[in-house]
T-cell receptor
């Protein structure tokens, strides 16, 4: 069965500092991996996705993630945090069953950015 | 493009009541999935509809049911509401059943009292 583990339910960084949000997955087949962001009282917005092409994936708002098969990881990074990056971030793995897909999400990491 | 729209945005129900949530998918999308997001947790897959049929289902009781209409819009129905059903219900749409890139609506916040 596929699963996702996000290490650290809360991460706090200073404005301008590196953002690193950790995600490890479990999958018996090559995975499709996603990072979504959720702002307060809103739905989920796709930041980036990995679909077995380049291992370094660039997304919106300056975020990127690197797929490391040997470590079963898909960590999200941003070189310089902005106040507007404060939100909840979810890592997800896409699964297929009988030709139909669904997403399995991690528990989320709340990112706080302080001046 | 209006994206995925859900209604209502908030509602409050009493234990034992029934509720219907609605979702209109993004233009060009034909697959709708529903997720439940309890406070402080990640979204959990409820079920997925394609061609007006439920195609797969998560670990949710039969009190949770749904429907998809010919215009691809969808409803989520929950019967005999429990306090534990209080959550944000998210609708996601995609093109076809293989494409895993899902677009989410803003959600419906259900509070059961």
């Amino acid at each position: 069965a596929q699963s996702v583990t996000q290490l650290g339910s809360h991460v706090s960084v200073s404005e301008g500092a590196l953002v690193l949000l950790r995600c490890n997955y479990s999958s018996s087949v090559p995975p499709y991996l996603f990072w979504y962001v959720q702002y307060p009282n809103q739905g989920l917005q796709l930041l980036l996705k990995y679909t077995s092409a380049a291992t370094l994936v660039k997304g919106i708002n300056g975020f990127e993630a690197e797929f490391k098969k040997s470590e079963t990881s898909f960590h999200l990074t941003k070189p310089s945090a902005h106040m507007s990056d404060a939100a909840e971030y979810f890592c997800a793995v896409g699964t297929f069953s009988g030709g139909y897909n669904k997403l399995i999400f991690g528990a989320g990491t709340r990112l706080a950015v302080h001046p | 493009d209006a994206g995925v729209t859900q209604s209502p945005t908030h509602l409050i129900k009493t234990r034992g009541q029934q509720v219907t949530l609605r979702c209109s998918p993004k233009s060009g999308h034909d697959t709708v999935s529903w997720y439940q997001q309890a406070l402080g947790q990640g979204p959990q897959f409820i079920f997925q509809y394609y061609e007006e049929e439920e195609r797969q289902r998560g670990n949710f009781p039969d009190r949770f049911s749904g429907h998809q209409f010919p215009n691809y819009s969808s409803e989520l129905n929950v019967n005999a509401l429990l306090l534990g059903d209080s959550a944000l219900y998210l609708c996601a749409s995609s093109k076809g059943t293989i494409n895993t890139e899902a677009f989410f609506g803003q959600g419906t916040r259900l509070t059961v009292v």
